[in-house]
């Protein structure tokens, strides 16, 4: 009778035999980018090409933007559903990589800060208004916006003033307050007429 060979038992190995170690090392150069780092630089251009779908089209025209880039700008305005929006950022954001954004960005916070400037120069004209309106004699508020701005009508501002008064406690609209408002801008402008352009 023939012998039969022995089976070994396949799942132990000999002792001599180790188990591969993976071991994962980073890239020795320099030009070593973590994903974690990618993902933020593509959250960031994404960030800037939402900025420039919510711009209106003669700003977004100002840029000068690749033609390519403009064109997906401009579909992403175009579109409406979510999904579609949020895929159209994604393919603004990989068409921005091969972009210099950096004088994207720096537009974009010029317009930005004036756009800021302009709301606190508004607010400030609120305030004045709001003063004129509430202080019952107004002499040292007309004594102030006199000296601030020489050249305004101070009949118009006290009629003015008078009319909304009495418009406010007789929970009327406000036309005279809106016209005080505009006559505040408008003194405002002349001392600043340097702000009106872009």
Do not use: C
Not at 104 to 114: A, H, N, T
């Amino acid at each position: 009778m023939p012998e039969k060979p022995i089976k070994q038992d396949k799942s132990s190995k000999p002792a001599t035999e180790k188990s591969p170690v993976k071991s994962w090392h980073a890239p020795a150069d320099d030009d070593f980018v973590s994903k974690t780092q990618l993902k933020a630089e593509a959250d960031a251009q994404q960030a800037i090409g939402k900025k420039l779908i919510d711009l209106p089209k003669d700003r977004l025209t100002k840029l000068m933007l690749p033609e390519a880039l403009f064109e997906a700008v401009v579909e992403a305005k175009r579109l409406t559903a979510n999904g579609a929006i949020r895929r159209q950022l994604q393919y603004i954001g990989r068409l921005m990589r091969d972009t210099d954004t950096a004088p994207i960005v720096e537009q974009l916070s010029r317009w930005e800060g004036k756009h800021n400037e302009e709301n606190a120069r508004f607010h400030l004209l609120e305030r004045w208004r709001d003063r004129l309106i509430n202080d019952a004699t107004g002499s040292t508020v007309l004594q102030e916006l006199v000296a601030l701005y020489p050249h305004i009508e101070i009949q118009q501002l006290r009629t003015l003033s008078r009319n909304a008064q009495k418009e406010a406690l007789a929970n009327k609209p406000p036309k005279s307050s809106r016209e005080l408002f505009k006559l505040l801008r408008e003194a405002s402008e002349a001392k600043h007429p340097e702000d009106l352009g872009e």
